[in-house]
């Protein structure tokens, strides 16, 4: 069908031009989908929808008149879902959002390489997206993915609870935030009993938070084992000495029901905890929380024998991005939403709703200052926080290994020397060669 330009409107003319350069003007109008589908975890819906900083796809949705559908899953069925649709002949999947740790040069070849269309239709100021996460979604020269998303831990610790407990806040030292977990254990005269600090183990993340004090890894970034380092070891005596004062909720250690931490820190339940610092929000919610704005959230701090050295733990980072799968039929629509949702404004509005933003830019926004009490703690903690743990074939297999060793060693089953001896036993055969 041919139109007829002669009688279009000025504002339809417009828009079609809008259409037409957003797409780098090579789409054709009967190639134009009804819907863009998204799959992502469901905290990238809701800091992408959110009402506090608004819907960053929805100016795209009116301009292009295409729908955004999106898809959510928890992490491990979203790559594994990920993975078998980008395998598949076609996919109905036009963005996808993987991991930092499932970003392995092999799956390259399922991926649509971005270089070209960021050459010809460019995301506004690159350059102001983190270098290093954009270099963890390169192989070979070719970029594969845009970060959307990075999730950098700190340390949230309840004002009210120290206050009544009579414990200065927040810890300075880790052996400090060890005392104090102890001394703000403890059952109310309601009978409501409150526990020092809580953290999931079900994945390395908050294990290494907790190594992290000592400056440790579990994984080199160079991808050398060094599970029994000294300080993989004091991190796990320590949640052992915790858990022994009762002062680690075992709930959430050893089930990881993440709703149970987040009811425990919003009803003042748990003292503490080492999550990512956007949960702050979340704790702090006005609808939910018993005492909205108590929870407080700062750096990690360090073991007392590197104090001086640096000046807060190195905390674990963790991001996600945006990808294109190379079997999907809708690539340049695809493109166009995701530079629409890595822009300035949108990455604001992102940030606004609760994502971690992955631009340097953002921490200068009043907006952003003004909203989020820690800004300036993420800011300076993103300089140096590494991932907890780097992209490998069995980086799932040796966190699982991490994980069951760790548990053993806090329900006393054995020493955390033994513990950490055996996850580097266990491991060093599963790095690559």
Same mark, same amino acid.
């Given at each position: 069908m041919k139109l007829r330009m002669d009688r279009l409107s000025g504002a339809a003319i417009a828009s079609?031009?809008? %259409?037409?350069?957003?797409?780098? &003007?090579?789409?054709?109008?009967?190639?134009?989908?009804d819907v863009i589908r998204i799959f992502s975890h469901p905290v990238h819906e809701r800091v992408s929808t959110g009402d506090q900083g608004g819907d960053i796809t929805a100016k795209w949705q009116?301009?292009? #008149? %295409?729908?955004?559908?999106?898809?959510?899953?928890?992490?491990?069925?979203? #790559?594994?879902?990920?993975?078998?649709? !980008?395998?598949?002949?076609?996919?109905s999947v036009d963005i996808g959002f993987l991991l930092d740790r499932r970003a392995l040069p092999r799956i390259a070849n399922l991926l649509e390489p971005l270089n070209d269309l960021q050459a010809n239709d460019p995301i506004e100021d690159f350059d102001d997206i983190a270098q290093g996460m954009r270099d963890a979604l390169t192989f070979d020269g070719k970029l594969y993915g845009i970060p959307f998303r990075q999730a950098t831990s700190g340390l949230h610790w309840n004002q009210e609870i120290f206050a009544e407990r009579g414990v200065a806040g927040p810890p300075q030292t880790m052996e400090e935030l060890i005392e104090a977990a102890k001394a703000l254990t403890f059952t109310r005269d309601d009978g409501t009993k409150v526990t020092g600090l809580t953290i999931l183990s079900d994945a390395p993340? @908050?294990?290494?938070?907790?190594?992290?004090?000592?400056?440790?890894?579990?994984?080199?970034?160079?991808?050398?084992?060094?599970?029994?380092?000294? &300080? !993989?070891? @004091?991190?796990? =005596?320590a949640l052992r000495e915790l858990f022994e004062a009762g002062a680690l909720d075992e709930t959430v250690f050893f089930t990881n029901d993440r709703g149970a931490l987040l009811s425990g820190m919003?009803?003042?339940?748990?003292? !503490?905890?080492?999550?990512? !610092? #956007?949960?702050?929000?979340?704790?702090n919610d006005p609808e939910k929380a018993t005492s909205p704005g108590a929870?407080?959230?700062?750096?990690?701090?360090?073991?007392?024998?590197?104090?001086?050295?640096?000046?807060?733990?190195?905390?674990?980072?963790?991001?996600?991005?945006?990808v294109i799968p190379k079997n999907s039929k809708n690539k340049k629509f695809a493109w166009s939403l995701i530079?629409?949702?890595?822009?300035?404004?949108?990455?604001?509005? =992102?940030?606004? @709703?609760?994502? &971690?933003?992955v631009r340097a830019s953002t921490y200068s926004e009043p907006a952003f200052r003004e909203k989020v009490s820690y800004a300036d703690a993420e800011q300076a903690v993103l300089s140096v926080a590494r991932l907890a743990i780097p992209a490998f074939d069995n980086a799932a297999r040796a966190s699982d290994i991490l994980v069951e060793m760790v548990q053993a060693a806090v329900l006393g089953q054995m020493s955390a020397e033994d513990a950490m001896n055996k996850v580097q036993q266990r491991v060093e055969p599963l790095m690559p060669q």
């Open positions: 079609l031009v809008l %259409i037409t350069v957003a797409l780098g &003007g090579s789409a054709l109008a009967q190639d134009k989908p009116a301009e292009t #008149g %295409i729908a955004v559908e999106w898809t959510t899953l928890d992490v491990a069925p979203l #790559g594994d879902r990920l993975f078998r649709e !980008m395998t598949l002949p076609e996919t993340d @908050n294990i290494i938070d907790m190594a992290r004090a000592w400056d440790a890894d579990f994984v080199t970034p160079d991808l050398k084992v060094t599970a029994n380092s000294d &300080g !993989m070891i @004091n991190a796990v =005596a919003q009803t003042g339940r748990f003292a !503490m905890t080492l999550a990512s !610092m #956007g949960r702050n929000r979340l704790f929870v407080q959230t700062t750096t990690t701090p360090l073991a007392s024998a590197l104090v001086g050295t640096m000046e807060f733990a190195p905390a674990k980072t963790a991001f996600w991005a945006m530079k629409a949702m890595s822009s300035k404004e949108s990455t604001l509005m =992102a940030a606004l @709703n609760g994502n &971690g933003p």
